[in-house]
T-cell receptor
Framework: NAGVMQNPRHLVRRRGQEARLRCSPM?????VYWYRQLPEEGLKFMVY????????ESGMPKERFSAEFPKEGPSILRIQQVVRGDSAAYFC???????????FGPGTRLTVL | AQKITQTQPGMFVQEKEAVTLDCTYD???????LFWYKQPSSGEMIFLIY??????QNATEGRYSLNFQKARKSANLVISASQLGDSAMYFC??????????????FGKGTLLTVNP
């Protein structure tokens, strides 16, 4: 049973460019969560999605960040016009219906030059 | 909001010895869960163990056990017979189990464990 898949594993962008991070949940999981880990910090919740629905985006910056989980295909975290402060590791997790253990993907390390 | 505190930025242990990593939490919720995750230098987050607030026994998973003291609001991770591969960052996390936001994990800042040969 494949785990949570994320790609790319590493992403380098220049200031002002767009970053697209992808997440495919574990088989049988329809709930996806995105977390951000800044250097020397623990993970911070960003957004919780089900298929075609954003359930809670309270942890996501209001501007430049968006997330989706379409009926078909992976979940996408999109960061427009990236700035240096967006440099971080972005983790996706998935679970069956909450509350259930969340299993994490390997993360995408975003570096903004 | 819940607060998770890991007071040990770094810990050292000799191979084959046991080590305890501390975690305390602050909540007014009655139904909740505590999680421990391991993050090796490769960066992935690996689920280790879970303890529910109503579980009567402390959780165990192989060499990992959770010393859960509800009155003290602590959920310390015990790793027995440490191995070199246990060297990693360890995160404690809290989650409500009922009501709104029963999906949101709140993480501590982590403890970096180094196992010496």
């Amino acid at each position: 049973n494949a785990g949570v898949m994320q790609n790319p594993r590493h992403l380098v962008r220049r200031r002002g460019q767009e970053a697209r991070l992808r997440c495919s949940p574990m088989k049988g999981h329809s709930h996806v969560y995105w977390y951000r880990q800044l250097p020397e910090e623990g993970l911070k919740f960003m957004v919780y999605l089900q298929k075609e629905n954003i359930i809670d985006e309270s942890g996501m910056p209001k501007e430049r960040f968006s997330a989706e989980f379409p009926k078909e295909g992976p979940s996408i975290l999109r960061i427009q016009q990236v700035v240096r402060g967006d440099s971080a590791a972005y983790f996706c997790a998935s679970s069956p219906t909450p509350p259930n253990t969340q299993y994490f993907g390997p993360g995408t390390r975003l570096t903004v030059l | 909001a819940q607060k998770i505190t890991q007071t040990q930025p770094g810990m050292f242990v000799q191979e084959k010895e046991a080590v305890t990593l501390d975690c305390t939490y602050d909540t007014s919720d009655q139904s909740y869960g505590l999680f421990w995750y391991k993050q090796p230098s490769s960066g992935e987050m690996i689920f280790l163990i879970y303890q529910g607030s109503y579980d009567e026994q402390n959780a165990t998973e192989g060499r990992y056990s959770l010393n859960f003291q509800k009155a003290r609001k602590s959920a310390n991770l015990v790793i027995s017979a440490s191995q070199l591969g246990d060297s990693a960052m360890y995160f404690c996390a809290f989650r409500k189990n009922s009501g709104g936001s029963n999906y949101k994990l709140t993480f501590g800042k982590g403890t970096l464990l180094t196992v010496n040969p």
